[in-house]
């Protein structure tokens, strides 16, 4: 029977997973579990760091961002007797079932340690929306508030400097926030990594736009997005983390430079970069947190483990880790034709 539930939240941060961590500890008082809350993602219980929390430890923090646990990059899979570690911790904290609020990184852990014996539940979060089987994922919702803000912010120096305008926003592999956000915004056009772009669709856009009297263009572009040209996505730094992701960056600046080099507009880029994690949650993003913490506690007191609580047409489902991780979530293409129309 399990007694007490440890919760760690692993990855890129965003907005609501207090928010989730709130819901996990009420729900789990109300059953009589104890909570123990690890320290900074996979990291702590590598290092045996954490302790008993309680509804004094989430008083307050619903509508605070980040995450009160902390969180990491790290994967116990590639660390020398990581996994090891990870084993000894939870038996000497008298962990019984775990609750891991993360992305695919974080909850592919809690699946491939399920072959230990070791109990699990995962809760989506990522800003990048990339989990299959759930609409949503934590931090979505307010991160695309914040480049729809942006976009929103560019369109008035764009006009007036009739400039064209690059927003760089981040997503990794999956094109979520710049096509929703681009949409949200108005862009004029959107470049998203499922679907390679040539220069010359861009230019006849911005050439389109400038022979109807609009002598600005927005442009989002996801990180991970490339041209045609290009064999790789574009990293400023090459970094490579614990997971085998590299750190993208820099698209956005690359498409400046040939834009101006093709058609002399005056261009300018903006990443918008770690602005997208911060912040406050959007009260739909508190919600989802809420709904899902509570439900993966319930999975728990039901003794079914090995699941994800996932979003889905506004209902709270369960999938199990293995087949919700089993690759991203496929992008909405038809969402994306649709936002031609507006080019
Ligand atoms: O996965 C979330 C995310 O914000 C990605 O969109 C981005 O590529 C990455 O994390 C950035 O990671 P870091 O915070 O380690 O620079």
Known sequence: ??????????????????????????RSEQYGFEVFGIKNGWEGLIKGKGEIISSDFVSGILCIGGTKLGTSRTNPFNVEGGVEKVKENIKKFNIDALITIGGDDTNGVTNKLSQYDIKGVGIPQTIDN??????????FDSALEIVTDAIDKLHTTACSHQRVMILEVMGRDAGWLALH?????GADVILIPEVPFSYDE????????????????????AEGAKPKS??????ST????S??????????DHIGKEIEKRTGYSTRTTILGHLQRGGMPTAFDRILATRLGVKAVDLVHDNDFGKMVCFKEYKIITVPLSE???EQKPMDLELYELSKLFY
Do not use: P, W
């Open 1 to 26: 029977m399990v007694k007490k539930i440890g919760v760690l939240s692993g990855g890129g941060d965003s907005t609501a997973i207090n928010a989730a961590i709130r819901a996990i500890i009420k």
């Open 230 to 235: 290009l064999d790789q996505q574009v990293t």
């Open 130 to 139: 990339d989990i299959a089987y759930t609409d949503y994922s934590i931090g």
């Open 181 to 185: 956000g681009g949409i949200a915004g």
């Open 238 to 241: 090459g970094k490579v983390d």
């Open 324 to 326: 919700a991780l089993k």
């Open 243 to 252: 997971f085998g992701h590299v750190q993208l960056g820099g698209i956005g």
């Open 202 to 221: 861009i230019i006849d856009v911005i050439e389109k736009r400038r022979k109807k009297g609009k002598e600005f263009s927005i442009i989002v572009v």
